[in-house]
């Protein structure tokens, strides 16, 4: 059989070149040969599971020498390629290397100048498989140390425990004039708690902006988390400065990592994305009247599918308890009207989550301590 023609002369020529010898398809042969017994399995377990994978006689010599053969491949000892530099040239050449004006220079110019020089040992290559053999292949210059970041985890359990904001462009009326929109949003509500557009970005507007929402929200101290990324005016002094004052925790976003701020990012998209944003602003006075009227839809009449579709309003001001009732007694009455029209049963309105997060922690395993609900922090960072 051409099965057993492959398994004779696989062994000296090799699978594929036995299959190729003989004409026989090396898949079929691997399905009904190599597969048979699982690689990592030896062919005395494979005996105790029974006939669907244990071995035929012959199948279990074909795995010994196969096994054998591959024994010996890890085994051999690579000899060295008769074109390899001789251990005295190899000498010579970091002879070469070392002398002092070639301290501070880099191999290919150390190769060019000896080669004008009318002295030729080996090729670059070489030189460099010399110096890495030798341990000086390397970044000699100091490489600066970044520190292990560590990632943001906040949890908001109710209104006015975090906020966050950024800034973003709006397309001014010229090219590469810009008005830009400051926002700040509670991450539980989603409600824009304060806004302000301005022809440029500085600290000090940051600063009152911030400042002025603190206040107007009746935010007491050490009750409040700010979180924003990393520009220069959130991490301005100013702005830090002010924070400490008034008792809020400041926390930042990572390094180049451009989700650690998702609230305010989707507030920006579902800003940019309405119909009725425009290309460019005509001026400074037409981008604040486009925001107030947003803002105050959003805010009173859009419907969040992460808060159980209320407004942000609603869930800010503590009428989201009452929200939901209503519609749970509205679904009540329509399941009693027809109860047949709701084949999985009652139905129940969404609910609020019981936490908004930023980053939220993974979930304890099995070996990990559960800590009890009543016991966590209103906001962990």
């Given at each position: 059989?051409?099965?057993?023609?492959?398994?004779?002369?696989?062994?000296?020529?090799?699978?594929?070149?036995?299959?190729?010898?003989?004409?026989?398809?090396?898949?079929?042969?691997?399905?009904?040969?190599?597969?048979?017994?699982?690689?990592?399995?030896?062919?005395?377990?494979?005996?105790?599971?029974?006939?669907?994978?244990?071995?035929?006689?012959?199948?279990?010599?074909?795995?010994?020498?196969?096994?054998?053969?591959?024994?010996?491949?890890?085994?051999?000892?690579?000899?060295?390629?008769?074109?390899?530099?001789?251990?005295?040239?190899?000498?010579a050449v970091l002879d070469a290397i070392h002398q002092p004006r070639f301290v501070d220079r880099s191999v290919p110019y150390i190769y060019a100048t000896l080669l004008d020089e009318g002295a030729?040992?080996?090729?670059?290559?070489?030189?460099?498989?010399?110096?890495?053999?030798?341990?000086?292949?390397?970044?000699?210059?100091?490489?600066?140390?970044?520190?292990?970041?560590?990632?943001?985890?906040?949890?908001?359990?109710?209104?006015?425990?975090?906020?966050?904001?950024?800034?973003?462009?709006?397309?001014?009326?010229?090219?590469?004039?810009?008005?830009?929109?400051?926002?700040?949003?509670?991450?539980?509500?989603?409600?824009?708690?304060?806004?302000?557009?301005?022809?440029?970005?500085?600290?000090?507007?940051?600063?009152?902006?911030?400042?002025?929402?603190?206040?107007?929200?009746?935010?007491?101290?050490?009750?409040?988390?700010?979180?924003?990324?990393?520009?220069?005016?959130?991490?301005?002094?100013?702005?830090?400065?002010?924070?400490?004052?008034?008792?809020?925790?400041?926390?930042?976003?990572?390094?180049?990592?451009?989700?650690?701020?998702?609230?305010?990012?989707?507030?920006?998209?579902?800003?940019?994305?309405?119909?009725?944003?425009?290309?460019?602003?005509?001026?400074?006075?037409?981008?604040?009247?486009?925001?107030?009227?947003?803002?105050?839809?959003?805010?009173?009449?859009?419907?969040?599918?992460?808060?159980?579709?209320?407004?942000?309003?609603?869930?800010?001001?503590?009428?989201?308890?009452?929200?939901?009732?209503?519609?749970?007694?509205?679904?009540?009455?329509?399941?009693?009207?027809?109860?047949?029209?709701?084949?999985?049963?009652?139905?129940?309105?969404?609910?609020?989550?019981?936490?908004?997060?930023?980053?939220?922690?993974?979930?304890?395993?099995?070996?990990?301590?559960?800590?009890?609900?009543?016991?966590?922090?209103?906001?962990?960072?």
């Open positions: 059989m051409a099965e057993q023609a492959v398994m004779d002369i696989a062994v000296e020529l090799g699978e594929r070149a036995a299959c190729t010898q003989v004409g026989y398809s090396r898949a079929s042969f691997r399905r009904h040969h190599m597969l048979v017994t699982p690689p990592s399995m030896p062919i005395e377990a494979a005996a105790t599971l029974g006939s669907a994978v244990q071995p035929s006689r012959q199948q279990g010599r074909y795995d010994a020498r196969l096994r054998d053969r591959q024994q010996q491949r890890e085994q051999r000892v690579r000899r060295p390629s008769s074109l390899a530099l001789r251990p005295k040239e190899r000498q030729y040992h080996c090729s670059m290559s070489t030189m460099y498989r010399v110096l890495h053999s030798v341990g000086e292949v390397g970044e000699r210059r100091d490489q600066a140390t970044r520190p292990a970041h560590v990632k943001p985890e906040l949890c908001a359990t109710a209104p006015r425990q975090v906020f966050a904001w950024d800034i973003t462009k709006l397309h001014g009326p010229q090219k590469w004039t810009y008005y830009y929109l400051y926002v700040v949003i509670d991450i539980y509500s989603r409600y824009v708690t304060g806004w302000m557009v301005a022809d440029r970005e500085s600290s000090e507007l940051a600063k009152l902006l911030l400042s002025e929402t603190i206040k107007k929200e009746r935010i007491a101290p050490g009750t409040l988390t700010v979180h924003a990324d990393r520009g220069s005016s959130m991490k301005s002094k100013p702005v830090a400065f002010m924070l400490a004052d008034l008792g809020v925790t400041k926390s930042h976003s990572r390094p180049h990592v451009s989700d650690d701020n998702p609230h305010i990012e989707s507030l920006f998209k579902t800003t940019k994305y309405q119909p009725e944003f425009p290309a460019t602003f005509a001026n400074i006075v037409e981008a604040r009247e486009f925001c107030r009227v947003f803002f105050r839809w959003y805010n009173t009449q859009h419907r969040h599918s992460a808060i159980a579709l209320l407004t942000p309003s609603d869930v800010h001001h503590e009428r989201a308890t009452q929200r939901l009732e209503q519609r749970q007694r509205i679904m009540d009455a329509a399941y009693q009207a027809h109860p047949e029209r709701f084949v999985r049963g009652k139905p129940n309105v969404p609910q609020i989550p019981n936490a908004s997060y930023i980053n939220r922690p993974k979930e304890p395993t099995n070996g990990d301590a559960v800590s009890s609900p009543e016991k966590e922090p209103s906001i962990a960072a």
